[in-house]
């Protein structure tokens, strides 16, 4: 099941951005649509006045997603960065998440899109890999609702200062 496909121009409205900013810090980030048909994940990392994240996240209306294993990214990323997935579900608290860094690929392709080669890699990311945190910090609680998954984020941060840049062309449920 396809959650979100980055062709369509209006693919980003409802992403928003959550960075270091709301304890003080620098960094910055945003995820916009290429006319080439991908999403992009990109700021920059600072680590001043105590900052060190960035993300984005999209909020929906809750969907059952209990009948799929995990979620699938398509994406093109920079080897030297490393990412994380948050998921919510309905009863998740405002400053919790439930969080899975991304893989390794199971497939990649190749792609050429304005002149420029992409290689595009699935990740699969099994929703048993989610597990809760509160402002960076592993808690107890009880596994992610699957029922009813409202919420679905995008972050880099492990003090991985500097700009960065993350294709994406879907998001999916496998």
């Given at each position: 099941?396809?959650?979100?496909?980055?062709?369509?121009?209006?693919?980003?409205?409802?992403?928003?951005?959550?960075?270091?900013?709301?304890?003080?810090?620098?960094?910055?980030?945003?995820?916009?649509?290429?006319?080439?048909?991908?999403?992009?994940?990109?700021?920059?990392?600072?680590?001043?006045?105590?900052?060190?994240?960035?993300s984005v996240r999209c909020e929906f209306s809750p969907l059952d997603v209990g009948e799929f294993s995990g979620?699938?990214?398509?994406?093109?990323?920079?080897?030297?960065?490393?990412?994380?997935?948050?998921?919510?579900?309905?009863?998740?608290?405002?400053?919790?998440?439930?969080?899975?860094?991304?893989?390794?690929?199971?497939?990649?392709?190749?792609?050429?899109?304005?002149?420029?080669?992409?290689?595009?890699?699935?990740?699969?990311?099994?929703?048993?890999?989610?597990?809760?945190?509160?402002?960076?910090?592993?808690?107890?609680?009880?596994?992610?609702?699957?029922?009813?998954?409202?919420?679905?984020?995008?972050?880099?941060?492990?003090?991985?200062?500097?700009d960065f840049s993350l294709k994406i062309k879907s998001i999916g449920c496998y």
């Open positions: 099941m396809i959650l979100f496909d980055f062709k369509d121009l209006d693919a980003a409205k409802s992403w928003y951005g959550v960075n270091d900013t709301v304890m003080g810090g620098l960094s910055r980030s945003k995820l916009t649509i290429s006319p080439l048909g991908y999403g992009m994940f990109s700021g920059h990392v600072s680590l001043a006045n105590g900052g060190g994240f960035a979620i699938y990214l398509e994406l093109d990323r920079d080897r030297s960065k490393h990412y994380k997935v948050n998921l919510k579900d309905a009863d998740t608290p405002q400053s919790t998440v439930y969080q899975a860094p991304m893989p390794d690929a199971k497939h990649q392709s190749f792609g050429v899109n304005g002149g420029s080669i992409i290689h595009w890699q699935r990740i699969e990311i099994p929703f048993t890999a989610f597990h809760p945190q509160c402002r960076g910090k592993p808690i107890e609680r009880a596994a992610i609702d699957l029922s009813r998954l409202t919420s679905i984020g995008l972050v880099i941060g492990a003090q991985q200062s500097g």
